[in-house]
């Protein structure tokens, strides 16, 4: 599995009733409660945001990220932002800077702005705004009386009220509804407008309020792949309906999380999780189980889709056509990367070689011939060591290529990443059937916050290697992490290696 990042292209924060524009704000804050620019009985705000998919699209379309062995079932899309709260427990329960209390124990939903009328219409797009305060209230001293009042308002070039809004999307166009849903369903034209005809992608519980968001978009995102969900210019996250409608409060309650202008690592984004491993079982070919086999496909080194997906027909050591094993289909890993599925192959006094002949090949227009590779079949037990002595877990060392240590990469950058995984103190080169895994992280102090969880390293008949693409990371340091299963054994072998993603001036 491996795993993209997408990010916002645009995101704010409305507030009930106000023409306060936060758009630039570095963090979100949700609230609801009292409002000292209130004149109603309840006061709560909402955030709304829209993503950047064209790097996800344009790796759908290339093949780079492939449906064709999964479907878009084997892609899963979760929206991550992190709670400026969550490094400090001392705030649970406690006032804020601003004076607001931290929110405890409420859901918030994850919703789809609707079109101008809610199912159907026209689309709503919206423009961030340049907002950076919640208000140009600003507190100054009567020095006659000598006290605080909050009655006097000067220039802030902060504070901003051009769009996007409560009530306007744009300089010229409002919302079809102020504040883009009726959250107590009063609608009787435009129902598609009712916060119960919404479209609602997920639900989050929080019971601390210090949780991080981890919203489902799967079907969301890959409705909009597909092409099946149409007209999206955006979500909203807000409160249910009976939180924000709650009143008779005395204070104010609120969660913060970064927004896509923060200057910390923790820049809120979509990450979509798909599976584009290889596992070749070319070098040990055993009988009697599933195997798998793959066709590498390159132009002038450079990895190049072929016109149709091949078929795949197996022949004995004879040469002769295994009847069940003949017309198999394939599949698209990876760009240039083609799978079969081999079924079990029984009968045959093992080791023997067998031909694997991939068929109906054409690139660009142009037919080619086939393409015959060999693999040996070897008999079951050669994946078991069975017998009176137990076998010590072994210790493995690592050469890469691909990425240097300390090397600044540009984010421009895609990286195939050799690993050659030999004994520890030896100079044996690449070991067959080790499963290996990596995973890659940045320290924030001394915390190591995750950017990519174990993912399983790719295996060919040469080789084994990921790919890393820092189009999709943020500029910072970066650590990446080997785990090796061994004989029932776990090993991690820490920060093997170490590089800086940078920016393209």
């Known amino acids: 599995m491996s795993i993209l990042n997408s990010y916002f292209n645009r995101n704010n924060t409305i507030i009930s009733d106000s023409y306060t524009n936060t758009g630039r704000n ?26 950047d998919l064209s790097l996800l699209e344009s790796k759908i ?4 990220i492939s449906t064709g062995c999964t479907g878009f079932s084997g892609i899963t899309h979760t929206l991550k932002m992190t709670n400026t709260s969550s490094f400090d427990e001392e705030l649970l329960n406690e006032k804020t800077s601003n004076g607001t209390r931290r929110a405890t124990s ?11 009328s809610g199912t159907t219409g026209n689309q709503q797009l919206w423009d961030e705004g340049v907002g950076y305060d919640y208000s140009d209230l600003q507190l100054t ?8 009042t909050n009655n006097t308002f000067f220039s802030d070039k902060s504070y901003s009220d051009r769009p996007s809004n409560w009530f306007l999307r744009t300089t010229v166009s409002g919302w079809s509804l102020n504040g883009i849903y009726d959250n107590r369903n009063t609608q009787t034209i435009n129902t598609g407008l009712n916060y119960s005809a919404l479209t609602v992608v997920d639900s989050q519980h929080f019971e601390f309020g210090n949780e991080d968001i981890e919203f489902d978009m799967t079907d969301e995102i890959n409705g909009i792949l597909d092409g099946t969900i149409t007209g999206v210019t955006g979500w909203v996250i807000a409160y249910e309906p009976a939180v924000e409608l709650i009143t008779g409060m005395t204070e104010t309650y609120s969660t913060g999380f970064f927004t896509r202008h923060t200057q910390t690592f923790y820049e809120p984004y979509l990450q979509t999780t798909y599976n584009d491993l290889i596992d070749d ?9 599933t195997n798998k086999l793959y066709l590498y496909v390159y132009d002038n080194g450079l990895p190049i889709n072929l016109d149709s997906l091949p078929t795949v027909d197996i022949q004995d050591p004879d040469g002769v056509e295994l009847s069940y094993l003949t017309g198999l289909t394939t599949c698209l890993v990876t760009k240039g990367v083609y799978e079969v599925t081999i079924p079990p192959i029984t009968g045959y006094s093992s080791p023997c070689q067998f031909s694997d002949i991939w068929k109906d090949i054409s690139i660009n227009g142009q037919p080619m011939s086939n393409i015959t590779n060999s693999f040996v079949l070897y008999p079951y037990s050669m994946v078991f060591q069975i017998g009176t002595i137990s076998k010590e877990p072994s210790i493995y060392g690592f050469d890469y290529y691909g990425i240097k240590q300390n090397e600044k990469i540009l ?5 195939k990443v050799g690993v050659v995984v030999k004994k520890a103190y030896s100079t044996m080169t690449l070991l067959q059937k080790v499963s290996v895994y990596y995973r890659v992280y940045v320290n924030e102090g001394t915390t190591e916050v995750q950017v990519q969880d174990w ?4 295996k060919t008949p040469n080789e084994y290697y990921f790919i890393f693409d820092t189009r999709d990371k943020i500029p910072n340091e970066y650590f990446i992490d080997l785990k090796v299963y061994t004989s029932g054994q776990v090993d991690t072998y820490k920060k093997q290696i170490n590089f800086q993603i940078v920016n393209k001036k």
């Open 26 to 51: 570095p963090v979100m804050e949700l609230y609801f409660g009292t409002n000292d620019d209130s004149f109603g009985p309840y006061s709560y705000s909402r955030f709304i945001f829209n993503l």
């Open 61 to 64: 379309a290339s093949g780079e």
């Open 106 to 116: 409420f859901d918030l939903k994850l919703l789809r702005i609707p079109l101008s």
């Open 141 to 148: 001293k009567n020095t006659y009386l000598g006290e605080l």
């Open 281 to 289: 079982d070319r070098n040990l070919f055993v009988s009697n189980k």
């Open 411 to 415: 984010n421009t950058d895609v990286r």
């Open 455 to 458: 993912t399983q390293v790719n």
